[in-house]
T-cell receptor, first 114, second 111 residues
Framework: DVKVTQSSRYLVKRTGEKVFLECVQDMDHENMFWYRQDPGLGLRLIYFSYDVKMKEKGDIPEGYSVSREKKERFSLILESASTNQTSMYLC?????????????FGSGTRLTVV | GENVEQHPSTLSVQEGDSAVIKCTYSDSASNYFPWYKQELGKGPQLIIDIRSNVGEKKDQRIAVTLNKTAKHFSLHITETQPEDSAVYFCAARRSGDKIIFGKGTRLHILP
């Protein structure tokens, strides 16, 4: 069964910490995405990547960065965590930019910054 | 760019009744329309999708309809059951571009 795996389901971090959220997919997908989900705001795109070592800003990239050193792994980095980054973070992947299919999502990481 | 509007934001239906969630999109070049279901504590899962060359698609109790002229598409769930309680997202995509999601509908199935 194809999978997108996020390393942590729940995470509690302190303000100012550097936080790494990891995502791994086993489907040989080219595209990977990071979203945050907040009540009433839906899914907001933070960053995405169409290929290894490539990254593109989404709608709300401020305060975040990403790393994609290998095709299967896409990491989201909170450089200095703040309380307003408390949220559910969802990773997703898709086959390619030209293949018109849906995304496969991970189960999410609920991050609390205190 | 594409904009997807979804209504209602919350929907409560009696178990056994039908539920309908409606979406509109702005980009006439969008040609792929997936629907996702997100259960509590889980990531969204694709439940059904439709492409622009088709007007309707059905899978057991769920169906999607697409009106390209009006840029409307809808999700229909018949004979609702408790396990249908979830948040549902509609989305639209044009080839070569990202998926754009609606803001979601929280569906409550009342006993």
């Amino acid at each position: 069964d194809v999978k997108v795996t996020q390393s942590s389901r729940y995470l509690v971090k302190r303000t100012g910490e550097k936080v790494f959220l990891e995502c791994v997919q086993d489907m040989d997908h080219e595209n990977m995405f990071w979203y945050r989900q907040d009540p009433g705001l839906g899914l907001r795109l933070i960053y995405f990547s169409y290929d290894v070592k490539m990254k593109e800003k989404g709608d709300i990239p401020e305060g975040y960065s990403v790393s994609r050193e290998k095709k299967e792994r896409f990491s989201l980095i909170l450089e200095s965590a703040s309380t307003n980054q408390t949220s559910m973070y969802l990773c997703a992947s898709s086959l390619s930019a030209t293949a018109n299919y849906g995304y496969t999502f991970g189960s999410g990481t609920r991050l609390t910054v205190v | 760019g594409e904009n997807v509007e979804q209504h209602p934001s919350t929907l409560s239906v009696q178990e056994g009744d039908s539920a309908v969630i409606k979406c509109t999109y702005s980009d006439s070049a969008s040609n792929y329309f997936p629907w996702y279901k997100q259960e509590l504590g889980k990531g969204p899962q694709l439940i059904i999708d439709i492409r622009s060359n088709v007007g309707e698609k059905k899978d057991q109790r769920i169906a999607v309809t697409l009106n390209k002229t009006a840029k409307h598409f809808s999700l229909h769930i018949t004979e609702t059951q408790p396990e249908d309680s979830a948040v549902y997202f509609c989305a639209a995509r044009r080839s070569g571009d990202k998926i754009i999601f609606g803001k979601g509908t929280r569906l409550h199935i009342l006993p």
